[in-house]
């Protein structure tokens, strides 16, 4: 397996044309809050420089892999409930709206809370079927045990820049045994490949390493085609959320929202925008609407307007409950697209969540 982490400007511009070359497949590992919005010319513009969506869309169009890396990079483990959800659930609602909408992996940044339930618990609960790690102890995908997969960093901190140390490593795999190699930063010029830039790779290193790869004959896989990977999972869509929890019977409570809305700096706007599905066979109670988290907060905030039906209330088996919103700007606030999230809570355990782009021009 190839992997990419954080999602760098340089993966696109250096290291897809290689993948391209070699018809090898990878995995792109997505930070979403850094990603960046319009077009940029497919270059590298500044050291460090992030992706755009439409470059991520063209990766996950193209057939690869796009996991979720959190919304800033975080450490795990030091997150509050509030942290957690805007860090896993807040960013996986990022990706669908942009119509990355089949989202298997959650990679822990750091490597942190690979050990910690309370963090797992909350990855697999939000929709992702596996964590990802890259370090000691844990250095492989969780919650996947049908073969033994094992990352491994390819760059100047972990001292494996030769193409022998390389080559060492591919031998490990196996037909039980998943061997995956973790790049970052690809630099065209080797004085950059240091102490102070200590997760990179030469292009040309990372030329020869995929050549070694293809010669020598390996087969590169998507962590998506392992054998029990997916385990019946049925991805997302980008108008409806999936839930958490539930009655394990295969049917949940599901939110659709509208497409987008769009308004001005300065502007009040009043519309429907949630509408709940209860797909169970029995009725359900909608308990409450958490607080909505606002990716413009304090520039942009939303809350139940004051004329819809009040939580709590029941929802009968196949039927729907629309729930209206109000949406507010200030009159400083900047043009782009911000997104709301939030997630109902209903008394069958569920907790299905939603993400509406708010467009500001």
Same mark, same amino acid.
């Given at each position: 397996m190839i992997r990419f982490d954080d999602g760098y400007q340089d993966q696109y511009v250096r290291a897809l044309p290689v993948l391209q070359k070699d018809n090898l497949t990878a995995a792109f590992m997505t930070i979403t809050a850094a990603v960046q919005n319009g077009t940029i010319p497919k270059k590298v513009l500044y050291d460090w420089e992030y992706m755009s969506w439409q470059e991520v869309q063209t990766l996950y169009k193209a057939g690869y892999e796009i996991a979720d890396h959190s919304a800033t990079e975080a450490e795990m483990n030091q997150q509050t409930q509030a942290g957690l959800y805007y860090q896993v659930v807040q960013s996986r609602q990022a990706m669908i709206s942009h119509g990355i909408t089949y989202i298997p992996d959650f990679c822990l940044p750091y490597g942190d809370g690979g050990n910690n339930n309370t963090v797992t618990s909350y990855i697999y609960n939000a929709g992702f079927l596996h964590a990802w790690n890259a370090y000691p102890p844990l250095q492989g995908i969780l919650n996947y045990n049908t073969l033994t997969t094992t990352w491994y960093p390819i760059d100047y901190a972990d001292n494996?820049?030769?193409?022998?140390?390389?080559? @060492?490593?591919a031998a490990?795999?196996?037909? #039980?045994?998943?061997?995956?190699?973790?790049?970052?930063?690809?630099?065209?010029?080797s004085a950059w490949?240091?102490?102070?830039?200590?997760?990179s790779v030469t292009l040309t290193q990372f030329?020869?390493?995929m050549s070694y790869l293809k010669s020598a004959g390996y087969t590169v896989v998507l962590p998506t085609s392992l054998p029990g990977y997916d385990g019946g999972a049925v991805s997302s869509s980008s108008s409806s959320s999936s839930s958490s929890g539930g009655s394990g019977d295969g049917e949940e409570v599901s939110i659709s929202t509208s497409s987008e809305i769009w308004m001005s700096a300065g502007e009040t706007v009043q519309t429907t925008t949630l509408t709940v599905t209860n797909t169970e066979s029995y009725p359900v109670i909608l308990q409450s609407l958490t607080d909505f988290l606002s990716s413009g907060y304090p520039d942009v905030v939303a809350w139940m307007s @004051?004329?819809?039906?009040?939580?709590?209330? #029941?929802?009968g088996s196949g039927a729907v409950y629309r729930i209206s919103i109000t949406v507010q700007t200030s009159s400083w606030t900047p043009a782009g697209t911000y997104y709301l999230t939030g997630q109902i809570n209903v008394n069958n355990g569920e907790s299905p969540t939603f993400s509406i782009p708010v467009n500001v021009s």
């Open positions: 494996d820049l030769s193409l022998a140390q390389f080559q @060492s490593l490990l795999a196996s037909s #039980t045994n998943v061997v995956g190699f973790v790049f970052h930063k690809i630099e065209i010029n490949v240091n102490s102070t830039n200590p997760y030329k020869q390493d @004051s004329n819809s039906v009040q939580l709590p209330a #029941t929802v």
